[in-house]
């Protein structure tokens, strides 16, 4: 269950960015300045030093003309505290991602023995609980007109392009569950039905999936841009989480853009 929180994924991604920060901030001090910077208050202004080390007493004086070389000494000092603050940070999250089993909650109820489990309602979810929850919620596909051509997907889906056919034989591929035109609202009021709404299952969040497969027709174009311009008006819909495929009768929808963007969003 929490393996796949959100809250989990920002955690570790926080500690690569503190790794990042400490080998900058150790590339840099690498570079500076031998010595450290004393700092002293005489006629109502700041005067610099440079001490080389502990016994230099006082220290050098720092001219005025030369006060480039006392910040580069401060920033040096900044630069050491802020690393070993990062450095404690660093400590306590490898502490806890150390220490912190994510199915720790969720084998409570799995170890249960069944007669118990029959009578307990479990507080979460295992994935294809999840999965089947999500994959069950009721609604109404749009339908299709008489003369519409007829394109089905390797699970007997009826869509509405060979394009279509494309992106979900490709994420039934990748195990990705998915909803055909599921709707898209703003409060109560439907303002869309994207080609696909897909779940990414360890992050546990919905993604939806418009293929723009008409671009060379102006319509067709000016249609869809109203209605990506309402979407990104939708106070319920985060545009973040809207996945786009192009095409045109001169550039047809590439395989490879498909399988990238499921390795971004849905995996």
Not at 251 to 257: A, G, I, R
Request: glycine share 4%; with cysteine; aromatic share 12%.
């Amino acid at each position: 269950m929490y393996e796949s929180a959100p809250w989990l994924t920002d955690l570790k991604q926080l500690e690569k960015e503190i790794e990042k920060q400490i080998k900058r901030l150790n590339e840099r001090i690498k570079k500076a300045p031998e010595g450290s910077l004393r700092i002293s208050r005489k006629w109502n202004k700041n005067q610099y030093y440079h001490r080389h080390d502990s016994s230099n007493g006082p220290g050098i004086y720092i001219t005025h003309q030369n006060k480039s070389f006392a910040a580069r000494l401060a920033q040096k000092d900044y630069d050491a505290r802020l690393l070993d603050a990062l450095k404690s940070q660093k400590k306590i999250i490898d502490q806890f991602l150390k220490d912190f089993d994510p199915d720790a909650a969720q084998q409570v109820f799995t170890h249960l023995t069944a007669a118990r489990q029959a009578l307990v309602t479990p507080e979460f979810l295992s994935d294809e609980e999840y999965i089947e929850q999500w994959m069950n919620e009721p609604y109404e596909r749009l339908g299709f007109k008489k003369d519409e051509p007829e394109f089905y997907t390797a699970k007997g889906e009826r869509v509405r392009s060979k394009s279509e056919i494309l992106i979900a034989d490709a994420l039934l591929r990748n195990n990705i569950p998915y909803r055909l035109e599921f709707p898209v609202f703003d409060g109560k009021i439907i303002i869309g039905a994207p080609d696909f709404k897909c779940l990414n299952v360890r992050l546990r969040k919905d993604y939806y999936w418009e293929h723009l497969g008409k671009l060379g027709d102006e319509d067709y174009t000016n249609r869809n841009v109203k209605k990506l311009e309402q979407y990104a008006r939708a106070d319920d819909f985060d545009e973040t989480r809207l996945i786009l495929t192009f095409e045109t009768d001169k550039h047809p929808l590439n395989t490879k853009v498909i399988e990238a963007k499921i390795r971004r969003f849905l995996i």
